[in-house]
């Protein structure tokens, strides 16, 4: 799959937030609103990276924490939050240590993935080089797998 399909032919811009001491982007077209981590209800038998369900004005959204989905260490001194995203046909809330800011790039200032192989790879669609360090960015409905996607129906529908 060619980039300009992959990451649109126009300046694209991302929301860029910390995982522990690593940066990620998400397309900012995916992205509804940015919350703090309200209560959360648990709901048995789901993956240890389902934290549970949360009202947001009347909708049921499932909240994942993208940190043990990815395996990374939390940043304990970061206030955490949660980014409501856009997965048509429903949302999901992504558990962050922090969100840092909106990013404009051109598809020339993306490179493409890095060349590796596995599932968590498998979500990054490229890679941006800022200042001082690499963002990795992630296609946010592709981090979730297919398995992920079934239990967040599954589960909406029991709420709804």
Not at 8 to 31: H, K, N, Y
Not at 55 to 81: A, F, M, S, Y
């Amino acid at each position: 799959m060619n980039r300009s399909t992959e990451m649109g032919t126009m300046a694209d811009r991302f929301l860029t937030f910390s995982l522990g001491s690593e940066s990620f982007a998400i397309p900012l077209l995916q992205v509804k609103e940015v919350i703090a981590l309200p209560e959360v209800t648990s709901v048995p038998q789901t993956p240890t990276y389902f934290l549970g369900i949360m009202n947001l004005r009347g909708q049921v959204i499932t909240v994942l924490d993208l940190r043990v989905k990815l395996g990374i260490k939390p940043n304990d001194q970061q206030e955490t939050v949660v980014i409501i995203c856009d997965l048509a046909p429903y949302s999901v809330g992504i558990v962050v240590d922090s969100v840092n800011s909106v990013l404009a790039a051109t598809p020339e200032q993306i490179s493409q993935k890095p060349e590796l192989t596995g599932t968590k790879v498998e979500s990054i669609i490229g890679v941006y080089q800022a200042e001082d360090k690499l963002i990795l960015i992630l296609d946010i409905s592709h981090t979730l797998n297919l398995t992920d996607h079934a239990a967040v129906k599954k589960i909406q529908a029991k709420a709804a």
